[in-house]
């Protein structure tokens, strides 16, 4: 038999989702005429904006007609869309970034997922407790890690993320080699100010770490001094990759597209100990193992960017920070401590009365019919927390915060 990669068994059961989906269909069965609503998903409800529609149809009409069909395109995306998200993402806000600097993908999930693999297996990783879960996973599949014991994988930096410091993780005592930060953050809708972030591109320059920031959340900030983009922050460029997507941008999540950005300036030890451009590295990575991203799908992303797409995917936008200002209404009216909700499509609660993540999960589906996500399946440091989410319909999104709003606690 063919040795298995050892490190996958070292994988915790993805339990979360599927347990969820069980309490809920046994709630279900047994309930048959009572309307459960979701504020637990991850996903968007609200379709595609007409623009990236008719974006779309135009470019299968050009599939259709040998005068204008494409075969394989560029590995790193067509300079059309690369020239808009250059332009409309961050030349137009003052940001630099050119548009040979980014990489057009099928999604952020696997930039953050591949990224790893350009690094040596030694090095050392910090990530926030609670995390978005692919960017400990991956590198536990890649062998970065020891055993999993007590809800931590032994190797890995963990930086807590609770109340007490505000969801904001604090730089390390010892030295990492690569951050993973997720700003607007998933799962505690908490974002990262200027200064927070200029003190991990302060850290990440003198440690000669390097950041990999998922900003897949950017388009939901309000707040002035919350930076869309790393390189907001002097010398980031230097130290820093970004990740975004149009997924919850401008609800792509089926349709799949995201980009990330490799400044030509970042650079990564050889064994020699000469310096090797990153951007070369992940060039040289796509071009091998990824064919890019449709053109059709391509051509609806640019729509993104026109005036009358941008208006469009900034009012779906709006009514989710809408459902998002709901929700945390409801839960502080119901006297639980809420955060996130005002840069991100995420609420993040602290369970009352010392109950687990899990307990809070059953009170809520059978007082309120309301699923949500037991902040636990995050990580250690969310037990005792749960997370709601924005995207939802406004008018289920209204019922369920006035369920929850109706809750003695
Ligand atoms: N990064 C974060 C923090 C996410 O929460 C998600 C999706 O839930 C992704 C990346 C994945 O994005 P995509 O749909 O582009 O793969």
């Given at each position: 038999?063919?040795?298995?990669?050892?490190?996958?068994?070292?994988?915790?059961?993805?339990?979360l989702?599927?347990?969820?989906?069980?309490?809920?269909?046994?709630?279900k069965?047994?309930h048959?005429?009572?309307?459960?609503?979701?504020?637990?998903?991850?996903?968007?409800?609200?379709?595609l904006?007409?623009?990236?529609?008719?974006a779309?149809?135009?470019?299968?009409?050009?599939?259709?007609?040998a005068?204008?069909?494409?075969?394989?395109?560029?590995?790193?995306?067509?300079?059309?869309?690369?020239?808009?998200?250059?332009?409309?993402d961050?030349?137009?806000?003052?940001?630099?970034?050119?548009?040979?600097?980014?990489?057009?993908?099928?999604?952020?999930?696997?930039?953050?997922?591949?990224?790893?693999?350009?690094?040596?297996q030694?090095?050392?990783?910090?990530?926030?407790?609670?995390?978005?879960?692919?960017?400990?996973?991956?590198?536990?599949?890649?062998?970065?890690?020891?055993?999993?014991?007590?809800?931590?994988?032994?190797?890995?930096?963990?930086?807590?993320?609770?109340?007490?410091?505000?969801?904001?993780?604090?730089?390390?005592r010892?030295?990492?080699?690569?951050?993973?930060?997720?700003?607007?953050?998933?799962?505690?809708?908490?974002?990262?100010?200027?200064?927070?972030?200029?003190?991990?591109?302060?850290?990440?320059?003198?440690?000669?770490?390097?950041?990999?920031?998922?900003?897949?959340?950017?388009?939901?900030?309000?707040?002035?001094?919350?930076?869309?983009s790393?390189?907001?922050?002097?010398?980031?460029?230097?130290?820093?990759?970004?990740?975004?997507?149009?997924?919850?941008?401008?609800?792509?999540?089926?349709?799949?597209?995201?980009?990330?950005v490799?400044?030509?300036?970042?650079?990564?030890?050889?064994?020699?100990?000469?310096?090797?451009?990153?951007?070369?590295?992940?060039?040289?990575?796509q071009?091998?193992?990824?064919n890019?991203?449709?053109?059709?799908?391509?051509?609806?992303?640019?729509?993104?960017?026109?005036?009358?797409?941008?208006a469009?995917?900034?009012?779906?936008?709006?009514?989710?920070?809408?459902?998002?200002?709901?929700?945390?209404?409801?839960l502080?009216?119901?006297?639980?401590?809420?955060?996130?909700?005002?840069?991100?499509?995420?609420?993040?609660?602290?369970?009352?009365?010392?109950?687990?993540?899990?307990?809070?999960?059953?009170?809520?589906?059978?007082?309120?019919?309301?699923?949500?996500?037991?902040?636990?399946?995050?990580?250690?440091?969310?037990?005792?927390?749960?997370?709601?989410?924005?995207?939802?319909?406004?008018?289920?999104?209204?019922?369920?915060?006035a369920?929850?709003a109706?809750?003695?606690?």
């Amino acid at each position: 038999m063919t040795a298995v990669n050892p490190h996958y068994l070292k994988l915790q059961g993805s339990y979360l989702f599927s347990t969820i989906a069980q309490k809920v269909s046994a709630y279900k069965t047994a309930h048959p005429d009572e309307e459960v609503i979701s504020l637990g998903i991850g996903d968007v409800s609200q379709p595609l904006a007409p623009a990236v529609v008719e974006a779309l149809q135009h470019a299968c009409e050009e599939m259709g007609r040998a005068e204008t069909f494409r075969g394989y395109g560029p590995e790193q995306g067509y300079a059309f869309l690369r020239q808009a998200i250059a332009q409309g993402d961050y030349i137009s806000r003052g940001v630099s970034v050119s548009a040979d600097e980014i990489f057009v993908s099928d999604g952020a999930k696997s930039d953050v997922a591949n990224f790893q693999e350009l690094f040596d297996q030694t090095i050392c990783v910090a990530l926030q407790d609670p995390v978005y879960p692919v960017y400990l996973d991956t590198n536990v599949m890649a062998g970065r890690t020891g055993a999993y014991h007590n809800g931590r994988y032994g190797g890995i930096v963990y930086l807590p993320c609770t109340e007490e410091n505000h969801f904001v993780p604090q730089l390390p005592r010892e030295h990492v080699d690569v951050i993973y930060l997720c700003s607007p953050n998933n799962p505690t809708g908490t974002a990262l100010t200027k200064n927070d972030l200029q003190q991990w591109v302060d850290y990440a320059r003198e440690h000669q770490s390097l950041i990999l920031y998922d900003s897949a959340y950017e388009a939901y900030i309000t707040q002035a001094d919350i930076p869309h983009s790393i390189y907001e922050i002097p010398g980031a460029r230097q130290v820093a990759v970004e990740f975004r997507s149009f997924s919850k941008t401008a609800g792509f999540t089926g349709t799949r597209c995201a980009y990330c950005v490799v400044p030509q300036e970042v650079s990564v030890t050889a064994p020699d100990g000469t310096s090797v451009a990153l951007h070369q590295l992940w060039l040289r990575r796509q071009t091998t193992k990824f064919n890019g991203v449709p053109y059709i799908v391509q051509r609806g992303a640019e729509a993104v960017y026109s005036p009358q797409g941008r208006a469009q995917t900034q009012a779906i936008i709006r009514s989710y920070q809408q459902n998002a200002r709901v929700i945390s209404q409801a839960l502080r009216r119901a006297g639980l401590e809420a955060y996130g909700a005002e840069n991100a499509p995420y609420i993040w609660l602290k369970t009352p009365g010392g109950l687990d993540s899990w307990s809070f999960f059953d009170k809520l589906l059978t007082e309120a019919r309301v699923v949500g996500t037991p902040g636990v399946g995050f990580g250690a440091c969310g037990e005792g927390y749960f997370r709601l989410t924005a995207f939802n319909t406004p008018e289920k999104t209204k019922t369920a915060a006035a369920r929850i709003a109706a809750m003695t606690f």
